[in-house]
């Protein structure tokens, strides 16, 4: 079975532009969350995504957003970016929300100058 | 509140030896525990979950952790580190949102060495 496939691997961005990163779930899991691992710390929550409603939010900005579609994939989007926003993007995937280990993709890395 | 403390930044074994990778944890309820591994460029691996059964968990590739409630520790250890080994580990503890659904809080990695 396929894990989970982030897109792109990696992007470039200027300040103030925006951006999209995708997300594949293992088949079969329906819930979906973001982290976000800055150069040298661990992952920070961001978002988490069940049944194609948000189920929890992390301490970020408004100028990031996330959805879910019917076929479980996920997209987060980032408005207005920022030099601190530079950091890897991981995707995780579980068959539910409670307590299920999460499966993480290869994720995003995202440069912005 | 929920958070896990990594104790050490940096570990440096010779191949062979034993890895002991710390982490003590804070929790207001009976925790869920995970260690994950991120080797470089890739995403994160479970290597192993505790919640509450035993004690003793035992992971993928030798990799064990022992819960003990008394010290709020979840150290991570292998009897015997190979090459490959080396990649950046995580000590991680779940939390709850409301509606019953939870996240993960991470600690600040250890990054572990690995020498011939």
């Known amino acids: 079975d396929a894990g989970v496939t982030q897109s792109p691997t990696h992007l470039i961005k200027t300040r103030g532009q925006q951006v999209t990163l995708r997300c594949s779930p293992i088949?079969?899991?329906?819930?979906v969350s973001w982290y976000q691992q800055v150069l040298g710390q661990g992952p920070q929550f961001i978002f988490q995504?069940?049944?194609?409603?948000?189920?929890g939010r992390g301490n970020f900005p408004d100028r990031f957003s996330a959805r879910q579609f019917p076929n479980y994939s996920s997209e987060l989007n980032v408005n207005a970016l920022l030099l601190g926003d530079s950091a890897l993007y991981l995707c995780?995937?579980?068959?539910?929300?409670?307590?299920?280990?999460?499966?993480f993709g290869n994720g995003t890395r995202l440069t912005v100058t | 509140a929920q958070s896990v403390t990594q104790l050490d930044s940096h570990v440096s074994v010779s191949e062979g030896t034993p890895v002991l990778l710390r982490c003590n944890y804070s929790?207001?309820?009976?925790?869920?525990l995970f260690w994950y591994v991120q080797h470089p460029n890739k995403g994160l691996q479970l290597l192993l979950k505790?919640?509450?059964?035993?004690?003793l968990v035992k992971g993928i590739n030798g990799f064990e952790a022992e819960f003990k409630k008394s010290e709020t520790s979840f150290h991570l250890t292998k009897p015997s580190a190979h090459m490959s080994d080396a990649a950046e580990y995580f000590c991680?503890?779940?939390?709850?949102?409301?509606?019953?659904?939870?996240?993960?809080?991470f600690g600040a990695g250890t990054r572990l060495a690995v020498h011939p």
């Open positions: 505790y919640t509450s059964a035993a004690t």
């Open positions: 929790s207001s309820y009976s925790p869920s």
């Open positions: 995504y069940y049944e194609k409603e948000e189920r």
């Open positions: 088949s079969g899991h329906k819930s």
């Open positions: 995780a995937s579980s068959p539910d929300s409670y307590n299920s280990p999460l499966h």
């Open positions: 991680v503890v779940s939390a709850l949102l409301s509606g019953g659904y939870n996240k993960l809080i």
